[in-house]
């Protein structure tokens, strides 16, 4: 499925090139292998229908099962290059992300791939659309709605990436912000906030704690469906929008005016919503 690498804007191709990414030929390749892909666990708000030995246990070479429904979009668990393996067996559709580090992360049984093979992506981009539907184009041998995750070390091996998460420390989770102390909203914090927003309200950008107009589009959409924001969803915040958040902050110990002018408190309030293990 070569081709162009849609979902680029000129934000992306600026932060990926200060990060090692380099322009080579019209396309994008991984200028630095050392380069981190800032792993993390995109699936972490979900259940397991199926763990890492319960695959072994019946003759598997190892993987993660995470229940969903056809058409979820994919996150990856971390940046780098994309490989679409279009009927992978009993994995069905498969896409491979190839970090720079030498790892490389599988999910397979997709409904579709949305990338084109070469495409340089961050933690968090979209990189796919879940499948594994019996019988449907792409589900190889899945017998209802999941995705498959596992990871391949430089050997060749299959790892169980919560493991591999879990040596970087963590178990993958994001740290608790803390902007719920000192009201000053920074990377972790937006971090979670993107997390939050990718499980809750659509977000499909990378989790790199750096807000931009999608982030704050997201967070427009979750704000109107539960506290009260009424303006344009177009990713340009405003005293609107800060007065939506405050409405939030307030259900977290914020006592001020709901004036749309974000102060420490504010922060804090929204932060102590965000400091919930459920957005880890």
């Known amino acids: 499925m070569a081709g162009p690498t849609p979902g680029f804007s000129r934000r992306t191709l600026f932060r990926g090139t200060a990060a090692g990414i380099a322009v080579v030929g019209g396309g994008l390749a991984v200028a630095t292998p050392a380069h981190a892909s800032n792993f993390y666990n995109p699936f972490a708000g979900r259940p397991i229908s199926d763990g890492w030995q ?87 041998s899945s017998t209802g709605p999941h995705v498959h995750w596992h990871m391949i070390n430089p050997s060749g091996q299959r790892i169980n990436p ?48 750096v807000p931009g107009v999608n982030t704050y589009a997201a967070m427009q959409r979750e704000l109107r469906d539960h506290h009260g924001y009424t303006g344009p969803i177009d990713g340009v915040p405003g005293p609107n929008t800060w007065a939506a958040l405050q409405r939030l902050a307030a259900r ?14 504010s922060w804090r309030g929204v932060a102590r919503f965000l400091n919930e293990d459920r957005w880890d």
């Open 54 to 140: 319960a695959h072994l246990n019946r003759g598997s070479l190892g993987g993660i099962d995470y229940p969903m429904p056809v058409g979820t979009n994919l996150p990856a668990c971390g940046g780098g290059s994309i490989q679409n393996i279009p009927n992978n067996g009993t994995g069905g559709h498969t896409v491979t992300i190839h970090h720079p580090n030498g790892y490389r992360s599988q999910y397979m049984h997709l409904s579709a791939f949305v990338l084109g093979n070469g495409a340089v992506v961050g933690a968090g981009v979209v990189v796919g659309r879940s499948g594994g539907a019996a019988g449907a184009p792409g589900s190889g």
């Open 162 to 209: 919560l493991d591999y998460l879990a040596g970087l420390g963590g178990g993958g989770r994001l740290p608790k912000t803390s902007t719920a102390q000192d009201g000053i909203p920074g990377t972790i914090f937006w971090k979670r906030a993107q997390n939050w927003l990718r499980i809750e309200a659509g977000y499909t950008g990378p989790i790199d704690g």
């Open 252 to 265: 977290y110990g914020y006592t001020g005016p709901i004036d749309g002018v974000m102060g420490p408190n």
